[in-house]
């Protein structure tokens, strides 16, 4: 008769030297238990937290997008930006006060309203970037001067529509508005490049996307 000793559903055997086997088949650790251990393979759950990790990082890269774009170019709102054509000359001379400026002219368009301008410059030798804001204005001081303090901080800082003490407020077809670097914090060299990028702050939109080269 089966053994009292011998698992249910399994028979136990006995051999010649007097010892208990468990039945043909039945190895140890083996059977069904064995198989829903540890070792069993992930089921679809297991990748859930995977999946949400990668999620959360992609929304926290979208929101410090966001968060950088308000921070260079301030927060901006829908609505019809002004059309407008500027060039620009940028002078490698060191004479003051017309030494080392960087000139912009309003070539036609939309009249510029200058209290909602920013500009965003970018010199490639030195890697100095700034942005200006805070138009019109009487000095360079730090409230209009976000990142590089390169720029003359006196009253030949500014000049033209972008100086408080000569402009109406308003930047119009032949008018000229210009910067001036300040010699020592910055001194340009015939042939340096300068970005210049002109945002309109209400929209958000870029105005004008300009490269100018240095002349002595």
């Given at each position: 008769m089966?053994?009292?000793?011998?698992?249910?559903g399994v028979t136990a055997r006995s051999s010649p030297d007097g010892h208990e086997h468990p039945a043909a088949g039945q190895e140890a650790g083996t059977g069904p238990r064995a198989a829903a251990?540890?070792?069993?393979?992930?089921g679809p759950?297991?990748?859930?937290p995977v999946v949400g990790v990668v999620v959360l990082v992609g929304v926290t890269l979208v929101l410090a997008g966001v968060a950088g774009a308000v921070l260079a170019f301030g927060e901006a709102t829908a609505g019809p930006a002004p059309q407008v054509r500027l060039t620009a000359t940028l002078s490698a001379t060191d004479g003051w006060p017309d030494g080392q400026r960087l000139r912009l002219v309003h070539g036609g368009g939309d009249a510029l309203a200058v209290a909602d301008l920013a500009l965003v410059v970018d010199v490639a030798r030195t890697d100095d970037h700034a942005r200006l804001s805070g138009f019109p204005t009487r000095r360079l001081g730090d409230d209009e001067v976000r990142g590089a303090d390169v720029f003359d901080s006196g009253y030949a800082g500014v000049d033209g529509e972008l100086d408080a003490a000569h402009t109406d407020g308003e930047w119009t077809g032949g008018?000229?508005?210009?910067v001036r670097f300040a010699q020592g914090d910055l001194d340009l060299r015939a042939g340096d490049r300068v970005g210049v990028r002109v945002v309109h702050r209400p929209t958000g939109a870029l105005l004008a996307r300009l490269r100018v080269r240095a002349r002595a």
């Open positions: 089966p053994d009292s000793r011998a698992p249910v251990g540890p070792e069993a393979g992930p759950r297991a990748t859930s008018e000229a508005a210009s």
